[in-house]
Each structure stands twice: as C-alpha cells, then as structure tokens.
C-alpha cells in the first residue's frame, strides 16, 4: 500500500471514523471497451493482470462458464464436471481462481495453473468461494460455517485465516481482493443490505465509505493501493479511490448500472454493465 493511502488510513484510524474523502471526477477521458463473450446473454469481468490478461464470467444457452481474454482471444473455463463456473482473478503467472458448483452442495473454490485445477475449500465450511489471488499466489475469499454468518479470509503459504466478526463488528465479511503487499479489501454488513467497504492492511481495519452512497461495495486492489469498486445511490456506479484518497466515479456511457471489480498496477480497471441490451464486461484504459 502506498504512503499516501497509508497516511490516510492512519488518520481515519486515530478519529476512529471511516476512510471518508472528497469527491473527483476521473482525471481525463474515460477509454471504453466493451467485452462480450461471443453468443453470450452475459458477460462480467472481474480482475486483470499487468499482461493486461483479463477474467471473468458469461452466461450463454448451455449455462454459467468462466473466461480468460488473452490477446484479443477468448478461452472457456470449466472446472471438470461442474454445472457452473466462474473466474475471479488472476495474477501476473496467470494462475487463475474461481468458483464451481457440482455435484455436492454448495459452491466451492479453485485455482487454475498450468492447465491443472485444484479445488479448495475452507475448513469445516459448508461453501467457499475464492475471490482474488495476488502475484504472490497469496488468496483471499469467502466461507458459510453457521447459519446467518459469513466470514472472510486469506490463504497464504498454506494457512488459512479468517477476517472475522471481530475485526468489523458484523457478522457477515467477505474479502475480495489482495494486493503484492498483502493489504486486503472486502466488504461487511449486519444484514444482507447495507453494505460497507473495508481495507485490511496488516491489523488495521478501515472502513471504507463511498461519500453520500447507501452501499458501498469494494472489490479489488492494486499493487499501487488504488482501490475499485462500486457504490449505490439508488442507481448503482463504479467508483476508483486513488492512492492520493480520492474518489472518483466511473460510469459507462449508457449504462444504468456500472461496477469495477478488478485493478492492475498500470491503472487499468474491468467490471461490469449493464444497458437496454443486456449486461456487459468493460475495460477502462486511463
């Protein structure tokens, strides 16, 4: 993370108030570039890598299918014998996460390198989703345990380790992103409405607040501590938090529903919209 987020972390953490700056615009014009999936009803992107190799996930007649966009070319993930499946991230050795649903309940995790997968689930836990993965191969996610609680953690070296109920005060944390220095974003809520951002670098916990928005919903990090994601005003809109701790909103032109997922250390970001046509993926060059 760098020292300027540091800085302000630090002092929302001595008001004991929540990571709250002024509103900007983005700092020059915004570069659009759709990206549908070919005969898909669907198509969402959720993370990119400093190749600028980009993942995510489509909907098309035969069901939910993971995608990786390399060179302008497509290529379907599906994890062997699953009904459904989703990309999640992917790092700068193109080892790639995701979600499946099989035979057995619940969604459950998994991690793609070299053409091989590897399932992975939480301890105990009745599903896990993997969320984010960094250069480092360390990953980050979400875990059901107990009826009405959610939990956070990361995966590193092996260890599994919960962003729990104590860090955030609520009963419901789901982590989403990890950046090369560890610092982790997600979200909290005490129900299933009212989301609210966090950053988690080393023991700090930092709420994270889109100024004036009834949701907040934070998705991922980049090397450099810029922070995606999107937020609620009645319509939904994606939004940056630069290193610099400041806001900005992003909206594809049309869309009535915007959201970035994913950042990488060239700032550029991928997420989602949606339009009269349908929903969509995007890639958003600065």
């Known amino acids: 993370m760098s020292a ?3 800085r302000y972390v630090a002092m929302a953490l001595a008001l004991g108030s929540t ?3 002024p509103e900007t615009g983005l700092a020059k014009k915004a570069d659009f570039t759709i990206i549908d999936v070919p005969n898909a009803i669907d198509t969402s992107a959720a993370a990119i890598n400093a190749h600028g190799d980009i993942v995510g996930a489509f909907v098309n007649a035969t069901g ?5 966009l390399r060179n302008g070319a497509f290529t379907t993930i599906d994890y062997p014998g699953a009904s459904s499946t989703s990309a999640t991230g992917i790092n700068i050795d193109g080892t790639i996460t995701g ?14 390198s070299n053409g091989q997968f590897t399932a992975i689930d939480f301890p105990g836990a009745n599903f896990t989703e993997i969320l984010g993965i960094n250069d480092q191969g360390a990953i980050v996610g979400r875990c059901f345990r107990e009826i009405g609680k959610v939990d956070g953690f990361s995966l590193r070296n092996g260890l599994f380790t919960l962003i729990d109920s104590q860090r955030s005060g609520a009963p419901m944390n789901e982590a989403y992103g990890i950046n090369t220095q560890g610092a982790i974003v997600g979200n909290y809520s005490a129900t299933l409405t009212g989301s609210r951002g966090f950053l988690l670098s080393e023991t700090a916990f930092t709420p994270i607040d889109y100024p004036g928005a009834s949701l907040t919903r934070v998705l991922g990090i980049s090397p450099t501590g810029e922070i995606v994601g999107g937020y ?6 994606g939004f940056l938090f630069s290193a610099k701790g400041r806001f900005s909103t992003i909206d594809v032109p049309g869309a009535f529903f915007t959201q970035a997922a994913g950042i990488n250390t060239n700032g550029d970001i991928v997420g989602s919209f949606n339009n009269a046509a349908g929903g969509h993926g995007f890639l958003l060059n600065r």
């Open 99 to 112: 979600v499946y649903a099989g035979a057995t309940p619940g969604p459950h995790g998994f991690l793609l």
């Open 64 to 68: 939910r299918h993971g995608f990786l």
């Open 232 to 237: 609620s005003t009645g319509n939904t809109h």
């Open 19 to 21: 990571l709250f700056l």
């Open 4 to 6: 300027v987020l540091s």
